[in-house]
């Protein structure tokens, strides 16, 4: 059996190039998940790994679709032997379990995907710094405008009117209304 696997790491990212490629390299069955690849502890990685049998094949888009930390990729390329399957790279096909260096070959391009992934946290750090600068609110938006905000404190805090009632007049709940701040 061959087996795909795909990984995508939030919920806006897309899963279909990857499963059309996994399709493409004669996957029989692909699994696919949308977890982060800081660990190997992922529900489908999982499922995909007491799945195997001798003889079977795991394909992945990428190296870093698979793993992005050297020594979970070793492990998990040594577990995937232990069953006596073979884990191969569609996109690096010099990754392969086969190789007598596949321990050498798996630890440089574990090494680049570890250093990749801190480059893209460094990056989307300084994008949200530099949109914040810039005025960006982030977070949810506020279930009150400026102005309904203010009338609201005015009538909690001034006419003492209940929470309950105010609430209800922005259609909202009490703990909203409790929670407000000049």
């Known amino acids: 059996m061959i087996y ?3 990984r995508v790491s939030t919920d806006a990212q897309d899963l279909a190039i990857q499963v059309a490629q996994l399709k493409a390299a004669c996957c029989e069955k692909v699994f696919h998940e949308k977890e982060g690849g800081h660990t190997a502890d992922r529900p489908q990685l999982r499922r995909l790994m007491r799945a195997l049998q001798s003889g079977d094949i795991v394909k992945a888009p990428a190296v870093d679709r698979f793993a992005r930390d050297p020594t979970d990729l070793i492990v998990l390329g040594r577990d995937i032997r232990q069953a006596g399957a073979r884990f191969l790279s569609v996109a690096e096909p010099i990754v ?10 798996a630890a440089c391009f574990g090494i680049a995907a570890k250093f990749e992934r801190r480059r893209i946290r460094e990056r989307t750090s300084a994008g949200r710094a530099r949109a ?15 102005h309904q905000k ?7 805090d001034e006419e003492g009117e209940p929470h309950r009632s105010i609430a209800r007049s922005y259609n909202v709940s009490q703990s909203t209304i409790s929670r407000l701040r000049l």
């Open 4 to 6: 795909g696997y795909a």
């Open 132 to 146: 914040r600068e810039q005025g960006v609110q982030f977070g949810r938006k506020p279930k009150l405008t400026a």
């Open 150 to 156: 203010r009338e609201a404190l005015r009538r909690r």
């Open 96 to 105: 392969d379990t086969d190789s007598e260096f596949w321990e050498v070959v």
